[in-house]
């Protein structure tokens, strides 16, 4: 679906094919403003969603003198175990709920 449509910025008319990335042949602002404002919006939701569900774990330095090596290792432990405890939990209920 080819057409026109006028510039907000500028007030020309440029061919636009309905695009979020159609910009302006002549100053080349966005033709629709809002629809990459709205674009820009999902994206930084669905990274925002992303980032929501991540676990970091206690990284291990080879550098680190052993006994700093030896808390990070129990520490580790206890993360991947706490983990996996609710890991499991969450998997029992879905289960249980069908």
């Given at each position: ?12 008319w ?24 709205r ?10 969603q ?49």
């Amino acid at each position: 679906m080819n057409g026109t449509k006028k510039c907000p910025t500028c007030g020309q008319w440029s061919s636009w094919n309905q695009n979020p990335e159609d910009r302006c042949q002549h100053c080349q602002a966005p033709l629709d403003p809002a629809a990459v404002a709205r674009k820009q919006d999902r994206e930084d939701h669905a990274e925002q969603q992303k980032k929501q569900f991540t676990v970091d774990f206690i990284q291990l330095d080879p550098a680190d003198p052993w006994h700093k090596q030896l808390y990070k290792r129990i520490g580790l432990g206890f993360q991947v175990a706490f983990v996996g405890i609710v890991s499991f939990i969450l998997w029992l209920i879905a289960l249980l709920a069908g």
